[in-house]
């Protein structure tokens, strides 16, 4: 798969989304920090940031980090959500589907040694008396969402990050496969991508586990303690998440396509769930594993792939090892049950321009104060700040919608259903949509967005103070981690539905950085004592990470012209181009993009009319000529999904970027295109050449007409 770079505003980084494996940014001391003056609030933006408490922040992330909400569990946490909004000014609803969920019912896991002993797995998270939670009676076990019930026993092979180019490495060094359980290592591709693979290759079950390599700085063999007496990750932590196939389609597998209501029909859900059992395991579970394939296979250090050894004390050797056999059990009980998205909503003036922002609840654990809860928490934060705005006699121009989105961490479900029930409505009328998943894990701010929102989005920055270090401003914080450039969006949460129904998106959070307490995703550690003690102590980055999106919200519901910069996705589609020319010449074959080079000159054109048509309304004070230059700019990301989806996943429609089909998160750009030349299939790729210069001209046409 190909990332690729762009010039100033975007940068194909994995930024703050929740079903995705975690990465972190650099180390703060090998950034260069500038300094970029405060700008000065208005008097509306000084009501909304001043609202935002760091107290109450606490206490809302106290509230949901402490009672089970795995998806399809709490429906008084919605309600709960709701009616703080509604107290806020908004008019608060549940909205209610029903989908296809899975729950755990018991599992196992054992290695016999050659000498016939036998190693037990607890499969369990130790219990800590400074984390409350982590000893609750009903807290959730170990497991993977979507995973198959069955039992598997067979030798078994260190596969790496379980990616296809791993695979493929261990057949061309003639590791036996066949029948065999993987050993896969968290990182790189989405969990369900390793579990599917497996199957690919004719392994009979999947164990999954987190390898301190992947930690940064903060580690026990750097010198630190681990949690909860230091920063560095607890040996026994476990990352949960689901193993549905991402990269395919989201939301419920039984209704493609279509809302999960309680009369709905149900698709055979076979296409994205697994066909082998998995199982997630702790990295100090790991090492009797990893140990026992130690001089067995081809060592870790000649496999040649890359992160293939990480930073436990074993050779990550491929195995198998003879006469060590793994016995492994996964019981699930399968549902279709209730799951309820919260929704506000203050109606504006211009009731055909709507704003939508969103943030999941579930959760994996009892906390989950980083993932999604520190979002949460900001959620009602910004709800008081808008309150407080109404409150002085204001109405926003577009109509605000919030939502808090149940079941995202099985596959994206609340909003997948959420959006194909309300889709004519919100290919009517919406102008964006702002994501905030993981709010705060770190003090790393992370931003990925469609190009047209990256100008609005930088320059609030410029207004919000950042905690890390005096004077500084989120831009600067932001600027120093992220070279200036903003993130493509693949997949991963919430935004996935908007952005492929023609939707502009933007997906924001403050991330684990290499120096910053290790994070720990989906485990019963990502907890409100975590947070309050080495997260985000006193709740700062919080307060901040909430102004922000709060600003942004602002402007974009209520600027007089909606604030996009068209130029700015000229520049990205040219470089888009220029990297899809690179993949090319990468082969031996060619294929002929003169027709998608002249779709984005045709673009580039209109997107510069457009331009000068909004400053001649507003030089000339036409409300009819802002008006529809307005919806120009609302709908014109809308072409580029009017093309039809890609081949065996048509529900990712956008042709200019899309998850990659063995990542499940990173984006690739012009997908169509690049993955069949990937493929070698120069066919398709001659045919996605015209499908993707069709998306570019419809959107083109939009701005012009």
Excluded at 136 to 151: E, K, L
């Amino acid at each position: 798969m190909h990332l690729c770079i762009l010039s100033p505003l975007l940068f194909a980084t994995l930024a703050c989304s929740c079903v995705r494996d975690h990465a972190f940014h650099r180390p703060r001391s090998m950034v260069k920090r500038q300094s970029t003056p405060l700008v000065p609030l208005s008097s509306d933006e000084a009501i909304l940031a001043n609202s935002f408490d760091n107290n109450t922040l606490n206490d809302w992330n106290y509230y949901y980090t402490h009672g089970v909400h795995l998806a399809g569990t709490n429906r008084t946490m919605a309600q709960w959500t709701a009616d703080r909004w509604s107290e806020n000014g908004f008019q608060g609803r549940l909205d209610e589907y029903h989908t296809y969920l899975n729950y755990p019912v018991s599992h196992s896991l054992s290695l016999t040694y050659p000498n016939g002993s036998v190693f037990e797995a607890s499969l369990e998270e130790a219990v800590l008396a400074e984390d409350e939670t982590s000893s609750y009676p009903d807290r959730i076990p170990t497991f993977n969402g979507y995973s198959f019930t069955g039992n598997a026993t067979a030798e078994y092979v260190y596969v790496g990050r379980g990616q296809v180019a791993d695979f493929e490495a261990l057949v061309a060094l003639g590791v036996p496969l066949e029948g065999k359980i993987a050993l896969a290592k968290y990182g790189g591709p989405f969990r369900g991508l390793k579990v599917k693979n497996a199957a690919l290759y004719g392994m009979v079950g999947c164990i999954l586990f987190t390898d301190p390599g992947d930690d940064g700085n903060i580690t026990e063999a750097n010198g630190y303690a681990a949690y909860p007496d230091g920063p560095a990750r607890n040996p026994t932590s476990v990352q949960r998440g689901s193993v549905q196939f991402l990269s395919t389609y989201p939301g419920d597998p039984t209704t493609p396509g279509y809302p999960s209501k309680q009369d709905s029909p149900r698709a055979d859900k076979s296409p994205v769930v697994p066909s082998i059992p998995s199982l997630p395991i702790s990295y100090t579970e790991a090492i009797p594993l990893l140990r026992a394939l130690d001089g067995f296979g081809t060592p870790g250090s000649q496999v040649n792939r890359t992160r293939w050894v990480g930073a436990l004390n074993v050779t990550y050797s491929t195995g198998p090892a003879p006469g060590a056999t793994l016995s492994m059990s996964n019981v699930m009980r399968d549902a279709i049950t209730p799951i309820w998205d919260a929704v506000g909503i203050i109606n504006g003036t211009t009731p055909d321009e709507v704003l939508v922002i969103g943030n999941h609840r579930d959760a994996w654990i009892v906390g989950g104060a980083a993932d999604p809860n520190s979002g949460s928490a900001i959620m009602v934060e910004l709800s008081k700040a808008f309150g407080k705005l109404l409150a002085t006699g204001w109405q926003p121009r577009r109509t605000i919608v919030l939502c808090s989105w149940d079941a995202e961490e099985y596959g994206l479900v609340g909003s997948t259903e959420w959006v194909e029930e309300h889709i004519s409505w919100l290919t009517g009328s919406a102008v964006a949509y702002l994501n905030i998943d993981v709010g705060v894990s770190g003090k790393s701010p992370g931003l990925s967005a469609t190009p047209e929102l990256g100008t609005i989005a930088t320059e609030i920055m410029k207004k919000i103070v950042w905690p890390t270090m005096p004077n500084e401003t989120l831009y600067d914080a932001w600027s120093a981690e992220s070279d200036g450039e903003i993130g493509i969006l693949g997949s991963g949460s919430d935004y996935t539905s908007f952005l492929h129904n023609g939707i502009s998106s933007l997906d924001m959070g403050s991330d684990q950085g290499a120096d910053d307490p290790v994070y720990h995703y989906h485990s019963n550690y990502d907890s409100y004592h975590w947070m309050a003690t080495f997260g985000d102590p006193g709740y700062h980055y919080h307060a901040a990470m909430g102004q922000y999106l709060t600003l942004l919200a602002y402007h974009l519901a209520n600027d007089e012209m909606i604030p996009y910069d068209l130029p700015a996705y000229t520049t990205a589609l040219r470089s888009y181009y220029e990297e899809l020319l690179a993949t090319i010449d990468s082969t031996s074959e060619t294929v002929d993009t003169q027709e998608l080079a002249a779709a984005i000159t045709q673009f580039e054109t209109s997107a510069n009319e457009a331009m000068a048509l909004m400053d001649q309304a507003v030089s000339t004070d036409d409300a009819a000529l802002k008006t529809a230059v307005n919806r120009k700019f609302r709908d014109f990301q809308r072409g580029f999904t009017s093309a039809g989806g890609l081949l065996d996943r048509e529900f990712f429609k956008h042709v200019v970027n899309a998850p990659g089909i063995d990542t499940g998160y990173a984006p690739t750009t012009f997908p169509g295109i690049t993955e069949a030349v990937e493929a070698g299939n120069f066919s398709r790729a001659a045919e996605w050449v015209v499908r993707t210069s069709l998306g570019i001209r419809r959107a083109a046409d939009i701005l012009k007409s």
